[in-house]
């Protein structure tokens, strides 16, 4: 009988903000995953970097203003994938070890290719890094820096955010999963590149962490998609006396929901249209978005929110 596969994108409340919170958070992370790999699930896990590769590049662009080349955000995206896989596949490997299990975990560095003519390069709206004065705002643009004003909570830069074409490590990927490796990959949605003359260039971009998981699970041929977040289900009319949770609904009916504006730009909307294009991917192909410590019952069909065909 085939292992199903299983893809799942970690949100932010699965890796705290900072190093102490982090360590904390993937412990409880790591109980999750094992216990998913104890039903006989093959995992491959992604995973979000918003704080964390803020705090690396401004740590970098201090750096930088002292002199130094200043250090573009695709090798601060690499340092995130790094700094968190690590933590990551150090807690799971410490939770399989505690309950006997001999299961190898690996952390892949991945590189995700973009298309240089994405419209996304011309409107860049994707917020990173440290919320700021608009004094201090003010200073970025003037250095060329794009800046815009997100939900009257501060300043933030902003980059492009083109849609992920081709994972390049996916083939090693492949290939440990065959292995049994639960495998940690596409950390912050990958190190964004095009490809030019034959050679990879690294690009001032960040790709959505849940797109690149949709496409992940697609070039997998996973059976299902599990994009964890802060709630257990999608709801229609959040926070209005109509509100309504969703248990199970079809691709057509979520794409109806999007064109409705039913979901927030910078929340819940890529996740839906995530889940919607992998379930539409493929034949016995659905997507749960859920809560991490529901990811079980989620998987068992118990709760969160499924989308399928």
Known sequence: M??????????????????????????????????????????????????????????????????????????????????????????????LAVRGMDKKVSTILSQVEVDPNDPAFGHPSKPIGQFMTKEQAELKAQNGVDVVEDAGRGWREVVASPMPKRIRELLTIKTLLAAGHIVITCGGGGIPVISKDGRLEAVNAVIDKDGVSALLAEKLDADELVILTAVEKVAIEFGKPGQKWLSKISTKEAEKYIADGEFAPGSMLPKVEAAVRFAESGPDRTALITLLEKAADGIAGKTGTIIHQ
Do not use: C, F, W
């Not at 704080?51 to 002292?66: F, H, L, N, S």
């Open 2 to 95: 085939k292992q199903k596969t299983v893809v799942i994108a970690l949100g932010g409340n699965a890796l705290g903000n900072n190093v102490v919170e982090q360590r904390a958070a993937v412990t409880k992370t790591a109980k999750v995953i094992v216990d998913l790999a104890s039903e006989g699930l093959s995992l491959v896990i992604t995973h979000g970097n918003g704080p964390q590769v803020g705090m690396i590049q401004e740590a970098m662009d201090t750096i930088a203003a002292k002199g130094d080349a200043p250090i573009p955000l695709p090798y601060s995206v690499a340092m995130s994938q790094g700094y968190i896989g690590i933590d990551l596949q150090n807690a799971i490997k410490d939770e």
